[in-house]
């Protein structure tokens, strides 16, 4: 028998305050897990709750995984060279402006680590990302967060409402889970107003799914702006997300600071390799687009028909207007269709779904209307 059955110290109260105000972050549901609870097939469940890709991973990234299972015994390269290499290559900056994560959630982690601490403040929007309260949070540093517009970051706001001990600003562009999205000119005056002692985090884990007339380059504006750091990911429409690989660019002396506080190895052998790959596969990554592009016009008349407002989206997924959240997201789970709820953002009426392919969006829409008669 275990000894610490009988303790009469509640072992929560010896986290500090800020820990324990967090609440946990909510993943979209697992296939396994719904599974289990509903007595289904895995295989008859379709997920659209985590903006995963719905053609899976590229093949040149399953290539690479195959090429280098057999090395799982060894350490990988800790310092990322090749898949750094390839990034610097494909996208200008040096190899030293880059910072590699376990997935771009470590990344974020990463750049709060190094600059906050208790005492300072981060920034960041009404349903922004969960990820930034959590992350400036276990820091034990102040949120500040600006009352969203639209739906969308309130950009002039957010420069209003930096204080004098803020460090960090937080902007994902589009949003996840609104999709809301500012054109690039837009990012780039906010910058301007930004002083150059506070971080801008653009986080850009969508970047790939914007239309041609919505695509800038952020990491142009690195020159001008040295606080900037960009976070992108491998998770969305490279189709890795199981595989936790993201990175961040910026300004050499910021990566450094990241590099210091990141976990040695955080990024694995498997992640490394098949990010090298998947970055490569131009034809995987277009027909991606287009499947997404099909997609959502899809969906959105799928909405439409059904009379229900949506936020119009910049991602692949949009966030959809039934009223009763939780009650149409149970009856969804009972037909097998996984969705993502997003009361923990303080929408309860709203749920988001992720775009896929014709069949599967269909079959979403079906499962729609019947959950939304019950
Ligand atoms: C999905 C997502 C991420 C990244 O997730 P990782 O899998 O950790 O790379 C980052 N930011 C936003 C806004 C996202 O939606």
């Not at 059955?5 to 305050?17: I, K, Y």
């Not at 820990?19 to 897990?33: C, D, L, Q, T, W």
């Not at 680590?113 to 403040?121: E, N, V």
């Not at 929408?347 to 775009?355: G, N, Q, S």
Request: proline share 6%; hydrophobic share 45%.
């Amino acid at each position: 028998m275990s000894s610490h059955v009988s303790s009469h110290v509640s072992l929560s109260q010896l986290a500090p305050d800020y820990i324990r105000a967090i609440s946990p972050y909510v993943p979209g549901k697992p296939i396994s897990e719904l599974a289990r609870e509903m007595g289904l097939n895995e295989a008859d469940i379709l997920k659209l709750a985590s903006n995963e890709n719905p053609l899976g991973m590229s093949p040149k990234a399953r290539a690479a995984v195959t090429r280098v299972i057999d090395d799982i015994a060894l350490y990988p390269d800790g310092n990322g060279f090749a898949l750094k290499q390839a990034l610097s290559r494909r996208l200008g900056p040096g190899m030293d402006s880059f910072v590699l994560g376990n997935g771009s959630n470590d990344v974020l982690e990463l750049v709060t680590r190094a600059f906050l601490a208790p005492g300072f403040s981060g920034v960041f929007a009404q349903y922004a990302f969960a990820v930034y309260p959590l992350a400036i949070q276990s820091i034990g540093a102040r949120c500040i967060q600006v009352p969203a517009r639209d739906f969308g970051h309130d950009l002039a706001a957010m420069a209003d409402a930096i204080a004098d001990d803020t460090r960090i600003v937080f902007l994902a562009n589009p949003n996840n889970p609104t999709g809301t999205f500012h054109s690039g000119d837009t990012i780039e005056s906010f910058l301007d107003l930004i002083p150059e002692d506070v971080i801008v985090v653009l986080d850009e884990a969508y970047n790939e799914y914007l239309a041609p007339a919505q695509r800038y380059d952020a990491i142009a504006w690195l020159q001008r702006f040295p606080n900037l750091v960009i976070t992108r990911t491998f998770s969305k429409i490279y189709g890795l997300a199981g595989l936790r690989i993201g990175y961040a660019v910026a300004h050499p002396d910021v990566a450094d600071m990241m590099n210091r506080v990141r976990a040695p190895f955080n990024a694995n052998s498997l992640a490394l390799a098949a990010a090298e790959a998947a970055l490569d596969d131009e034809k995987f990554l277009q027909r991606s687009y287009e499947v997404n592009r099909a997609g959502m016009t899809q969906i959105v008349r799928g909405l439409e028909a059904l009379g229900l407002q949506h936020i119009p989206s910049a991602g692949n997924f949009v966030a959809f207007k039934v009223g009763d959240g939780a009650g149409v997201n149970q009856r969804l789970l009972k037909q097998g269709v996984i969705v993502r709820p997003i009361g923990g953002y303080g929408m309860p009426e709203w749920l988001r779904v992720t775009i896929a392919t014709e069949p599967e969006n269909t079959r979403f829409l079906d499962a729609l209307a019947v959950a939304l008669k019950a």
